[in-house]
């Protein structure tokens, strides 16, 4: 299976780092986090000119109806420029309205970068369970009331609207929910990794159903494995700034009159940290080849294979450059550190590595032969 990417896709992530490296510095973004909004209108509106908020946009609705592949180059960038921006929430939501049929105006709204959107995967007592939703619906047709609490949404206090999962008699169903809506409960906050989350509570508000009955539990799993992989490309990228950044202080910082980088067992840590990244790309390449693959358990094992692997190399990876960097490497003003911090919430979303060592296991494919 050939991984190359193509011309144009290594066109489009030249131009992006471009833009993120002359732009969106580590200070501009520290600047950024700290500011009340805790995300850049500026930023948002040129990754609208630049296409990237069109990229995952089907062409009927003005995009570039970009795939997983494509994705992949843009998450990688983003994941290392530390990029705080809801882009990994609003690519979400669009995939949901794709899966969804949804053909209204909210896909070239987003695409456009006109407005934001988030998708609500989580409630408190659920852990990684993306089905134990107690959130219900009520209602018939496309019109519905919702009750219930989700949290952790990522960059939910940013969007414009929400992708909420809950029962309909039993079944699991998907909504729209607009952040105008009557009746809804909004508590933003900063996570450790600088971005933006929030607690949503839903007492009896308004709603309209996605998709119909033909959309359910089984779109509402795909669309988790469409974010799971877009972590996964976010991670690469950081892991890859992390092993460049390491390597960079260990040419630099001077032990006994000589770089700490000549230092045989200290190289030694350095290659192990560059196979974990090699090894956690390698398994979300193919996560890309099959997400749209029509074997729901073959996506699924692909996407738990590389959020698992990828889980394994950023805490490797994020502990082997905070101890090389010394005590630097905790401290705020180094980029390291805030990497590091990136790479443990993405381990925790939506599943952690021995959530999808136990969901890979659980697949018909998966089966074990006694010697």
């Known amino acids: 299976m050939d991984f190359t990417f193509g011309d144009e896709q290594q066109q489009f992530r030249d131009a992006l780092r471009r833009y993120l ?27 609208a000119e630049l296409g990237l908020l069109a990229l995952p946009v089907p062409e009927a609705q003005g995009g570039f109806d970009g795939g997983p592949v494509d994705m992949l180059v843009v998450m990688q960038e983003l994941g290392r420029a530390l990029v705080v921006e809801p882009y990994w929430a609003t690519a979400v939501g669009i995939e949901a309205l794709r899966l969804g049929a949804h053909a209204g105006d909210l896909l070239e709204r987003a695409g456009r970068g006109e407005i934001r959107l988030a998708v609500a995967f989580n409630e408190a007592h659920a852990r990684y369970d993306l089905f134990d939703l107690r959130t219900t619906a009520t209602g018939e047709g496309d019109r519905f009331t919702l009750e219930g609490t989700k ?47 929030a607690t949503l509570t839903f007492d009896k508000a308004p709603a309209m159903r996605l998709g119909g009955r033909d959309t359910g539990a089984a779109t509402f799993e795909r669309i988790a494995d469409y974010a799971t992989f877009l972590l996964c490309a976010e991670a690469l990228g950081a892991l890859d700034a992390l092993n460049r950044a390491t390597v960079d202080y260990a040419k630099e910082r001077q032990q006994f009159g000589v770089p700490i980088a000549r230092f045989q067992a200290l190289q030694h840590r350095m290659v192990d940290m560059l196979i974990h990244t090699e090894q956690a790309r390698s398994v979300t390449c193919l996560a890309a080849a099959r997400y749209r693959d029509d074997d729901a358990a073959a996506r699924a094992q692909a996407v738990s294979a590389a959020k698992a692997r990828v889980g394994q190399a950023a805490r490797f990876v994020g502990q082997q450059a905070v101890q090389l960097h010394g005590g630097m490497g905790m401290t705020n003003e180094m980029p390291v550190a805030h990497w590091f911090k990136r790479l443990s919430i993405i381990e925790t979303t939506l599943g952690d590595v021995d959530h999808h060592l136990a969901r890979f296991t659980s697949l018909p494919a998966f089966s074990v032969t006694a010697d």
């Open 151 to 197: 949290s952790m949404v990522q960059h939910g206090a940013q969007a414009d609207y929400w992708i909420v999962p809950a029962r309909v008699r039993g079944e699991v169903a998907l909504f729209i929910v607009g952040t105008d809506a009557a009746n809804v409960g909004i508590t933003g906050y900063r996570t450790i990794d600088g971005q933006r989350a």
């Open 21 to 47: 490296d002359k732009e969106y510095a580590f200070d501009a973004r520290q600047k950024i986090v700290a500011s009340e909004a805790g995300v850049g209108e500026q930023h948002w509106r040129a990754f």
